[in-house]
């Protein structure tokens, strides 16, 4: 008894730091902290959804670099992708908020640029985290699909229409499940968490042991190039294969969106962010190890008339039961990984709704009375999605849509990364986690990296593009929303957009922190004193 109640002392304790935290960067808690470190973790694993993503997106490395591709095209990418995961630790650490990336960027950008740097952070943010949604969904319909017609030994082959149609029912689904409150998508979280851990370590075992005889050797299963692209350079082809791995590796700046529901958020969130990203990558590189092994005849999966080639794999070697009981999980996790990502562009959409960046502002910045969520901000980038979903009468809907997804979120964490090792290295003040000398190095490595795989997954898969099928849309997507966003600031946003405002008054800062400042050390920004000159200003009332 005496346990309990001092560990709920604790917990009090923790969110009332939180809580003044969140007043030090300038905003008032409206969610509650109902995420556990363990859940927090789970749920930054889950919307990278392991087993699903590498088994959906297998036909990048397949079609570009073959086994070199499952093995070294997901690899390589996934040593560059943890310096990102450190950089986005330590920022979150220092200013744990829903707002997350272009508050990190308003706030070491120089003085008078922030709003711009705000605006356009924010913008590329909210096109990868929209992008990704409808990408999950439309992945999560191939899923059924494909299960549709290995259930129907090929009789039934759905066409873009009826997958559309799923595409949809599942946003529809998504829009239900998303307003709920934290403490049940965190348990979702953590259920989902554990399958998709055991589904993964137990089908990359099965594709090694049923496989038998049927195995390629180890050599040809880490090294051997098989290029089915169409592209005559195989250095170019194989850097197509890091399309899945970056694909998969996306998403984890979540963790970051919902650090206002999270406990102790300046420790939990970084570790959530890195535990994720490190488990995800460890797992991933298991199941397509396994995939490579089982995969002996290339040309058979690569024309394999399913709709996603892993299938293929997974019905050789396992057979239809044990085919379908696996891609039964996968469908399972994609659509947990359709609420988690549903949740995580709500929080961005809600913050930036906040700070009054968005058309229609003050719809999108209410939080529901009894669920304590944005209902309505899940509403929007729900209905948005689904106009990107038109996409799946494209062959290339899935490459388009995932490269948007990467250059939109990795601009995104480019931006106030690059800041943090530019100009806002000397003021910028760290929170419980942080790289120390390290910092700017690993930094440049993560920009670096960044602007690379963006610009790589621009390019369409094949050279030979016949009609308007064929081409890479994710070009298409990312330029219009950029030129959407750039002619809105010229000639309106610069005049009204101030970057991240408090919705708080100074008032409410001195009673939240009164009793908790230097309290634990939590973090450097709870001992200082804060300039709330802005904090009185009633800039919140302002609607966009």
């Known amino acids: 008894m005496l346990d309990e109640a001092a560990e709920r002392v604790d917990d009090s304790r923790a969110r009332k730091r939180d809580d003044a935290l969140l007043a030090k960067l300038g905003y008032k808690s409206e969610f509650r902290r109902d995420f556990s470190l363990l859940e927090t973790i789970c749920f930054s694993f889950s919307i990278m959804a392991v087993c699903a993503s590498v088994s959906s997106s297998f036909s990048f490395p397949l079609a570009t670099a073959g086994h070199l591709g499952m093995t070294f095209g997901w690899l390589v990418p996934s040593l560059f992708v943890i310096s990102i995961a450190l950089s986005l630790g330590e920022l979150t650490s220092a200013m744990p908020t829903s707002a997350g990336l272009y508050y990190f960027s308003a706030k070491l950008a120089p003085p008078g640029y922030a709003p711009l740097v705000s605006w356009i952070t924010g913008w590329a943010n909210i096109t990868g985290q929209i992008s990704l949604i409808c990408s999950i969904e439309f992945v999560c319909a191939q899923l059924i699909t494909t299960a549709i017609q290995v259930g129907s030994d090929g009789r039934i082959n759905l066409g873009p229409g009826p997958t559309f149609g799923i595409l949809l029912a599942l946003l ?49 299963a880490f090294t051997l190039m098989e290029n089915h692209s169409g592209w005559k350079n195989q250095g170019w082809a194989f850097m197509l294969s890091f399309t899945a791995a970056m694909w998969t590796l996306t998403g984890y700046d979540a963790t970051a969106h919902i650090s206002e529901e999270v406990s ?193 997954l621009l390019f369409p898969l094949s050279p030979h593009i016949q009609s308007p099928d064929d081409m890479n849309y994710a070009f298409v997507i990312v330029l219009g929303v950029f030129l959407l966003s750039g002619i809105s600031w010229v000639i309106s946003a610069r005049k009204w957009f101030q970057g991240p405002i408090p919705n708080i008054s100074a008032d409410e800062i001195a009673k939240a922190t009164s009793t908790l400042v230097g309290d634990d050390h939590e973090s450097p920004v709870l001992d200082e004193k804060v300039d709330t000159s802005s904090f009185d200003r009633s800039s919140n009332e302002k609607t966009t």
């Open 172 to 220: 529809l689904s998504h829009a239900i499940v998303c307003p709920s409150n934290s403490r049940f998508l965190g348990r979702l979280s953590l259920v989902t968490g554990v399958i998709s851990v055991a589904t993964t370590i137990s089908t990359a075992i099965a594709l090694l042991v049923v496989s038998g005889s049927n195995r390629v050797s180890a050599k040809d």
């Open 264 to 456: 102790s958020a300046a420790r939990t969130a970084p570790i959530a962010i890195l535990t994720g990203v490190l488990v995800t990558e460890t797992l991933g590189f298991l199941l397509l190890i396994g995939a490579s092994f089982a995969s002996a005849d290339i040309d058979h999966v690569f024309n394999t008339n399913l709709t996603l080639p892993m299938a293929q794999v997974y019905l050789d070697t396992l057979g239809k039961k044990g085919m379908l009981a696996v891609w039964s999980l996968c469908i399972i996790v994609q659509w947990v990984n359709g609420v988690t990502q549903g949740v995580d562009a709500s929080r961005v959409t809600f913050a930036l709704a906040r700070d009054n960046g968005l058309p229609g502002s003050r719809w999108w910045k209410q939080i529901h009375p009894r669920t304590k969520t944005p209902v309505n901000a899940v509403f929007l980038v729900m209905g948005l999605s689904a106009v990107i979903g038109v996409l799946v009468w494209s062959d290339t809907a899935f490459s388009s849509l995932a490269g948007a997804t990467v250059v939109g979120l990795y601009t995104s964490y480019a931006i106030p990364i690059f800041l943090r090792i530019t100009w806002g290295h000397k003021t910028f003040k760290p929170g419980p986690f942080n790289l120390g000398r390290w910092s700017r190095l690993i930094g440049a490595i993560a920009v670096s990296w960044s602007f690379f795989a963006g610009l790589v």
